[in-house]
Nanobody, 127 residues
Framework: VQLVESGGGLVQPGGSLRLSCAAS????????MGWFRRAPGKERECVAS????????YYGESVKGRFTMFRDNAKSTITLQMNSLKPEDTAVYYC?????????????????????WGQGTQVTVSS
């Protein structure tokens, strides 16, 4: 299993970034996927999660209405479109995967539910 994030960088407040995660080595279309982040001095938290069906199951309260997660099963990728970025969105962003052919919407926001992780990509929101 390999998960490789890309798209991070430095952006001004109010700006946008699009993160991508390329997956390989497993049957992507049977896996639930999540985006998580870890800000300095804070625990890792779930930003968004999506079932293999493409149905988004979770958005963190702090990102609702600003972030959108979607997936392309044909390309084995997930994307996190981040708009109206705030300094508090600064963090390392990770994608995560778990085999879930039956959607489990009640579990997909928990860090411990996932067993495959990428290395992360840094997002810094600053003027």
């Amino acid at each position: 299993v390999q998960l490789v994030e890309s798209g991070g960088g430095l952006v001004q407040p109010g700006g946008s970034l699009r993160l991508s995660c390329a997956a390989s080595g497993f049957p992507f279309s049977n896996y639930a996927m999540g985006w998580f982040r870890r800000a300095p001095g804070k625990e890792r938290e779930c930003v968004a999660s999506i079932a293999w069906t493409g149905i988004t199951e979770y958005y963190g309260e702090s990102v609702k209405g600003r972030f959108t997660m979607f997936r392309d099963n044909a390309k084995s990728t997930i994307t996190l479109q981040m708009n109206s970025l705030k300094p508090e969105d600064t963090a390392v962003y990770y994608c995560a995967a778990r085999f879930a052919p039956i959607p489990s919407s009640g579990s997909t926001s928990y860090t411990g539910w996932y067993d495959n992780w990428g290395q992360g990509t840094q997002v810094t929101v600053s003027s």
